[in-house]
């Protein structure tokens, strides 16, 4: 199957889960739990991908990362935000250099 559009997929089926029954749909479950717990959740899974990256396996590391993208995508939903508000953002910058970006902020 292409990738192109599994992000695409996953926040759709995230956005339909969403006011699911949480005894049945984690991202119900989550959603219920609220937003102070969603945050929560990503910052743990960002820090498991980063103790991945230094310490454990390639497969390990893919997993987190999923882990760490999916809990993202359910962050934006709850806060109804668009994935292609990021995408959108992303295209803005592309091609500028982060440094040349970064030397270009107001001090
Ligand atoms: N991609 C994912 C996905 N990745 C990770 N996870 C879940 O994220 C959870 C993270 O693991 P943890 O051990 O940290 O979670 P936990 O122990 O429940 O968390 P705490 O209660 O301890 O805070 C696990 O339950 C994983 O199964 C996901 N759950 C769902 N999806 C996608 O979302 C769709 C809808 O899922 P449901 O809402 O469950 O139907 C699925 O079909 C998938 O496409």
Redesign the pocket.
Known sequence: MAHSETLS??EA??QS?RQ?DPG??????LNA?GLN?IA??LG??ATETVIAALVEDRQALVGEA??LI??LVVLLAAKDIPLADVMAELDRREGVSGLAEKAARPS
Do not use: G, N, P
């Not at 049945?24 to 479950?29: E, H, N, P, T, W």
């Open positions: 997929r996953l089926t995230i889960r699911a049945s749909s984690y991202v119900a479950k739990r717990k929560q959740k743990e899974e999923a882990d999916f809990h």
